[in-house]
């Protein structure tokens, strides 16, 4: 999450969106007032090899937190900042972006399988999804709702990076393009394996249409 007092916008960080890469690349542009929350330490060292801003002014008590909805950040800031900032949030087709969640998941397994207390093993996308994909949805939805009522400015489509990033750094008068700086920051990257086809079946997507149905509609996915 970034609160950008220099170029007056807010950035919602949502999830599985490549919105890691994102920060990293926003961070970049950042003034010394501006809020910039931490993210996980091998995510950060991308952001400390660029030479890019790190984490700052997020408060004492952690007040900014990476994954805060929007709704969260209107109850932590003035009703100026919120009125006046621009704020917005990428997002992503839900049936790409479920698919995503899982083999993120199941790559964490792998990392923590190196550390003696963990245990856990990998899931089948069955079970995952059973288990995560309303939940997922759910939040993903809220992240940028209240009551059904929109609370962001724009959402960058994760299908149309490229065209949003460079129509975003023309809006906020950034030095440069996004764009360009985004897409040389491989955060989270080679997470799906290369064999990462999964057919899924006819009673999930049906699952996915219900569970999704808000965020589909929305975006007209």
Same mark, same amino acid.
């Given at each position: 999450?970034?609160? *950008? @007092? ?15 890469? $994102? ?20 995510? &950060? ?18 007040? !900014?937190?990476? @994954?805060? *909805? ?48 963990? =245990?856990?093993?990998?899931?089948? +996308?069955?079970? !995952? ?8 949805? &759910?939040? &993903?939805? #809220? ?15 994760? %299908? ?8 975003? *750094?023309?809006?906020?008068? +950034?030095? %440069?393009?996004?764009?360009?700086? !985004? ?12 064999? *990462? ?9 049906? =699952?996915?249409?219900? $569970? ?7 975006? #007209?996915?």
């Amino acid at each position: 999450m970034i609160l *950008s @007092h220099k170029y007056k916008y807010i950035f919602i960080k949502s999830f599985k969106t490549a919105s890691t890469s $994102l920060e990293i690349a926003l961070s970049k542009y950042c003034g010394k007032e501006d809020v910039i929350t931490p993210i996980i330490n091998e995510d &950060e060292k991308i952001r400390k090899i660029n030479g890019f801003n790190g984490p700052q002014n997020f408060g004492d008590t952690n007040i !900014f937190h990476e @994954h805060m *909805s929007a709704l969260e950040i209107k109850s932590n800031v003035s009703k100026e900042i919120w009125d006046n900032y621009f704020k917005f949030v990428v997002v992503r087709n839900p049936f790409d972006q479920i698919m995503s969640a899982f083999h993120w998941h199941n790559k964490s397994k792998e990392k923590e399988k190196k550390l003696i207390f963990f =245990k856990k093993r990998k899931k089948k +996308f069955e079970d !995952f999804f059973k288990i995560k994909a309303h939940h997922i949805f &759910e939040d &993903e939805y #809220n992240r940028y709702t209240e009551n059904d009522n929109v609370l962001v400015d724009q959402f960058i489509k994760y %299908e149309n990076l490229k065209k949003d990033l460079v129509q975003l *750094s023309q809006k906020l008068n +950034f030095p %440069e393009n996004i764009y360009e700086t !985004f897409n040389n920051i491989r955060a989270k990257s080679n997470i799906r394996p290369g064999n *990462s086809m999964i057919e899924v079946n006819n009673e999930i997507n049906d =699952k996915i249409k219900v $569970l999704a149905k808000k965020i589909i509609k929305l975006h #007209n996915y």
